[in-house]
C-alpha cells in the first residue's frame, strides 16, 4: 500500500445509480461536511466520464444495485490501474463478500458500509445502525472516524462473510415472510371484503407487519429481488424457513393434541427456550410500547407542530399554551424532517373544549412559537 497524505477536505466520488439513500450520502457530505460530491451514473443522468471520476475523486463509494456491483468495482479497478493507490474505495451494498473481494483487488485503502435503514427525514443517522467491514485501512482511518462521528450512526463491526450471514436472515428472512405475507393477503382478500374491510379487525402485531409490508411495496422491487437472489446464504434460509411453515401446516391438517404437542415444542417451547427469560421480557415490553405508539397515532385528536430548529425554550413555549388554556395533553412525539425542521404531535384529550383547542392553535402562530398544520 502507498503511504498518502489525505486531504483536509476528500473530494467524494459516488459511482452508481446511487438511489435514495445515495443522494441523501451526498446532501450529508455536502451539508454536513462541507465536502464536494462528485459522480457518475451509468444509467446516464450525468456526463462525468469514469476516468475523471477516478482521477478526481479522493474517496469513491460505489451505490449500486447488488448485482452489478462487482462488475462495477473491477471495470473500475482496470480503468484505474493503479491510479487509486492512497485513496480510498467504500461500497454500499447490502451484501459485502463480494464486493469487498472486489475491491481488494484494487490498490486503494477499502471499507465496506451497509446502512441498515431507508434514507431517513434527519440529517445523520442517528439511532440507526450502519455495518462496517474494515478490509483494508490505514492513512484513511482518523477521516473515517470524523465521518462516522460525524453521521452518529450506531457502527456495528463485522467481517464480510459474518455479514452475508446475517443479512441472510436480518433482512431476506424478514422481507421474505412479508412478502409471501402480501401474496397471502392478496389472494385471500377480495373474499373478505378487500385489505380496507379487514383493517379495523387488526391487532398490533398484524398492524406492524402490515406496515411493514406495505414499506416494502412502495419501494423499489430490484433492491428486495437483489437481497433474494444475491445473497449465497439465502437459500438455506428460505429452506429452513419452508420447513417450519411445512411443518405448522401439516400439524394442523394432522389435528389432535398429539399434533398441537408436537407444534407447542417446535415452534413455541424450542424457540422460547432459545430467546432466554430476559430478551423474552423486553421483547415483550417493547411490543406494548409500540403498542402505545400505535394508539397514540391513531388518535385524531391531535396537533401538528413544527417548531424552528434549535430554538431553546421553544417546547416549553409551546407547552405553556396548552397549560394556560388548561387542555390535558395524552401524548408528545418528536420527529425531524429532511431540512431540519422539528415537528411535535402534540395529541390532546378528546373531552377538551373545541373552542380550547382552536384557541391554542392560534396561540401558537401569533406567539411565533411555530406553526399547526391541518391533518392529512
Known sequence: MVSTSVPQ?????????????GRWLR????????LT????????????SPEELIARADVLIFSAPIRVTTALIDEYTVLANGREAGKLW???TSIKAAPIAALLRSQAEVVGLHPMTAPPKTPTLAGR?????EARIDAWRPWLAEFFAAIAADCVYAEPEQHDRVMAV????????HMAQAATLQEL?????????IHPFRTIGYELDGAVTRRMLAGNPAIYEDIQFENPHVPLMLERLAAHIDFLRDRVREGGEDARASMRTRLLAQPRDAYGARSLAEGSYGFERLGYLLADLASKAYLSVFLPLDRPGSLRALLSVFEELQ????????SRTPEGELHFRIGYDPANDARKVQAAIAAIGERGIGRVLPHD
Open 90 to 92: 467504500l461500497d454500499l
Open 170 to 177: 436480518v433482512q431476506g428472512m424478514t422481507h421474505a415472510t
Open 327 to 334: 387542555i390535558n395533553l395524552d401524548s408528545i412525539h418528536s
Open 27 to 34: 446532501h450529508f457530505f455536502e451539508q454536513r461536511m462541507g
Open 129 to 133: 445502525v450502519l455495518v462496517v467491514c
Open 37 to 48: 460530491v462528485i459522480g457518475r451514473d451509468p444509467n446516464g443522468d450525468e456526463a462525468l
Open 9 to 21: 477536505k476528500p473530494v467524494i466520488g459516488i459511482v452508481g445509480s446511487a438511489g435514495a439513500f
Open 189 to 197: 382478500a377480495p373474499a373478505l371484503g378487500g385489505l380496507n374491510a
